[in-house]
């Protein structure tokens, strides 16, 4: 069975950071990656990650976010740095199994206030 296990949302003033992890069990993980819905938008590209280490960044954190993993434990990370209003979403990690299929974590909120 497969379990996803996010947490380190929470809320931080704007210019702050917060790190974000996602624990993963019960799969063969090919790549995993966050992603963030805002309310009233579509969900979005955040950062992906590959087991080999290549990364992906969507333009709008690229310099600010880091995303990272801790292939023996699972765990991917994401390393949230000057922190915007516009960072305020729900961050959800996704995980892309060796045999094909992906699972999505329950969602993290993440708040930047003024």
């Known amino acids: 069975q497969v379990q996803l296990v996010e947490s380190g949302g929470g809320l931080v003033q704007n210019g702050g950071s917060l790190r974000l992890s996602c624990a993963a069990s019960?799969?063969?993980?090919?790549?995993m990656g966050w992603y963030r819905q805002a309310p009233g938008k579509q969900r979005e590209l955040v950062a992906t990650i590959t087991t080999g280490g290549s990364t992906n960044y969507a333009d709008s954190v690229k310099g600010r976010f880091t995303i990272s993993t801790n292939n023996a434990k699972n765990t991917m990370y994401l390393e949230m740095n000057s922190l915007k209003l516009e960072d305020t979403a729900v961050y959800y990690c996704?995980?892309?199994?060796?045999?094909?299929?992906?699972?999505w974590g329950q969602g993290t909120q993440v708040t930047v206030s003024s």
């Open positions: 996704k995980v892309v199994a060796v045999a094909g299929y992906s699972r």
């Open positions: 019960g799969i063969s993980i090919s790549s």
